[in-house]
C-alpha cells in the first residue's frame, strides 16, 4: 500500500478560508487563523487574491481563480457548520478528516469543549507542524489518528479519552466525496455506534453535477499544460450523494435530519459574489440528530 501523504486539499481549503476572512460576511463568518497555518509559499495566492487584480499570466490566473472560488464555497460552509456547533453547545466535538480546520483555535464558544481531530497520520503531522505553539481556544484539543478510508474509528478515538456515553457534535465537513460509497457507509455506522442520544451529526456532501465535472477537468488539465502541481490530483471524488439518498443513510443509523440545504440557500443574506453560485448549488450541509 502506497504511504498516505498530507492532504493537498485540507490546505486548498485553508487558503480559501484565508482569502474570505474579513472580506466577505464579516458580521457571520472570521477565520483569521487559517493564514497562521499556511506556510510562506502557500500565502502567495491568497494575497493574489486579497489584492484583487486577476493575474495576466494564464498559469497564475487559474491557481488565483481556484483559490478564489474556493473561498466563495467556505463561507456559507462554514458559517453553517460553526452555527450547528454553537446551536448544540456539547463540550465534546469530533471532527473527521480535520485537516487544517482552524475551530478549535478559533472559536471561543469551545472554551470548555475536548475537540477530538481525526485524520490520518501524515496529515496529523503537517497539521502539528503548522499548528506550532499556536494556543486554542478550546478546552482541550485531541489529535487522533486514523485513516478512514481502512481503519476502525472507536479504538483510536475511545483510546484518545472519547465518552461514547456523552452527548457530542460530529463535524463531518469536506470528506464525504473522497470516500466511496461503501466508506461512507462504514464511517456512518461507526459513527452511530459510538453515538449517545441527542448527539448531532453535522455533514457536508455534494451532489452530482455534470457542470462541476467539466469545470473541474478543465481546471485540471490547464494545470497540467501549464505545469503547474495539481492539488486535487492524488484526491478524486469517489461518491456523490442526493438528498434523498443522505437521509436515507442517515435515517438506517438512527440519525433523523433536522436539516439540509444547499450551500446557495445557506448563502442567503451573506452578500458573496454571484459567480460562484453554480457550484454552491451542489455542495450541502445536513444536521442529524441521534434518535
Not at 114 to 120: A, G, L, R
Amino acid at each position: 500500500m502506497t504511504e498516505r501523504v498530507a492532504s493537498a486539499t485540507a490546505v486548498l481549503v485553508c487558503q480559501g478560508r484565508a482569502t474570505a476572512d474579513g472580506r466577505y460576511a464579516v458580521d457571520r463568518f472570521s477565520d483569521p487563523v487559517a493564514r497562521m497555518l499556511l506556510d510562506e509559499a502557500e500565502r502567495l495566492v491568497v494575497d493574489l487574491v486579497r489584492a484583487g487584480p486577476v493575474p495576466a499570466e494564464a498559469a497564475t490566473r487559474m491557481a488565483f481563480e481556484m483559490v478564489r472560488r474556493v473561498g466563495l464555497t467556505m463561507v456559507p460552509r462554514t458559517v453553517a457548520i460553526d452555527d450547528a456547533i454553537r446551536v448544540h453547545g456539547a463540550a465534546q466535538i469530533v471532527i473527521l478528516g480535520a485537516g487544517l480546520d482552524a475551530r478549535a483555535w478559533r472559536m471561543t464558544e469551545l472554551s470548555r469543549a475536548t475537540v477530538f481531530e481525526v485524520d490520518h497520520l501524515a496529515s496529523q503531522r503537517d497539521k502539528a507542524r503548522r499548528v506550532g505553539d499556536l494556543v486554542p481556544t478550546a478546552e482541550r484539543v485531541v489529535p487522533v489518528a486514523v485513516d478512514l478510508a481502512i481503519e476502525r474509528l472507536g479504538p483510536a478515538l475511545e483510546g484518545a479519552g472519547f465518552a461514547p456515553q456523552a452527548v457530542t457534535t460530529w463535524v463531518w465537513e469536506g470528506v464525504v466525496p473522497y470516500l466511496t460509497r461503501k466508506q461512507v457507509r462504514s464511517t456512518l455506522a461507526q459513527v452511530a455506534e459510538l453515538s449517545a442520544t441527542g448527539s448531532r451529526l453535522v455533514v457536508n456532501y455534494q451532489m452530482a453535477s455534470s457542470v462541476t465535472r467539466v469545470m473541474r477537468a478543465v481546471m485540471r488539465l490547464v494545470l497540467r499544460v501549464s505545469r503547474q502541481s495539481d492539488p486535487l490530483a492524488g484526491e478524486p471524488w469517489r461518491s456523490l450523494w442526493r438528498p434523498d439518498r443522505m437521509r436515507g443513510l442517515l435515517g438506517e443509523n438512527g440519525f433523523a435530519v433536522t436539516s439540509d440545504s444547499d450551500l446557495l440557500t445557506l448563502a442567503t443574506g451573506l452578500s458573496l459574489p454571484a459567480e460562484n453560485n453554480g457550484s454552491l448549488r451542489n455542495g450541502r450541509v445536513a444536521v442529524a440528530v441521534r434518535d
